[in-house]
């Protein structure tokens, strides 16, 4: 194994390059992006779901409303047409707004879940490391780190 110090007399710049800490602290960004990405799959497939469920909602009210009007006639065909649009719309307004809800619960928990780091699992050091990079003090006790993380 070589140590550090063989490699600092043996002429290695010590200042160039990322430090451990730093690869740590990229790698730990790599993959928070990545479950983020996931996350944004899973939002993605669950609009499309919902969008083909109104899809369908919706030719099978027009299917309806097309057979009410082959059965009315004059007025009545008339007055159905216009109910049957109004159910339809109602019916793509509810369902719209439950797609609203399910992105905005997926949204919700996705960026929850970026925000509850577990800190208490990590090292001293590893919070040091991430109050460095975003500007605030280092020193203090674990718990006190942890706060300021959390600010």
Excluded: C, F, N, W
Excluded at 5 to 32: R, Y
Excluded at 91 to 110: M, Y
Excluded at 135 to 142: I, L, M, N, Q, R
């Amino acid at each position: 194994m070589i140590r550090r110090v063989q490699l600092i007399q043996s002429g290695v710049e010590v200042g160039d390059g990322p430090t451990l800490e730093e690869i740590i602290s990229q790698e730990e960004e790599v993959k928070q992006a990545e479950t983020v990405e996931e996350d944004s799959e899973g939002i993605l497939e669950t609009i499309s779901d919902a969008v083909d469920d109104v899809v369908d909602e919706i030719k099978e009210a027009a299917t309806e409303v097309a057979g009410e009007l082959a059965i009315g006639s004059g007025t009545t065909a008339v007055d159905a047409a216009v109910e049957g649009t109004i159910e339809i719309a109602e019916e793509v307004v509810e369902s719209v707004k439950e797609v609203a809800e399910a992105v905005k619960e997926e949204v919700s928990e996705t960026i929850s879940g970026d925000s509850d780091t577990d800190y208490e699992s990590m090292t001293v050091a590893e919070l040091k490391v991430l109050l460095k990079d975003a500007g605030k003090p280092v020193s203090g006790k674990k718990a006190e780190l942890i706060e300021r993380l959390k600010e």
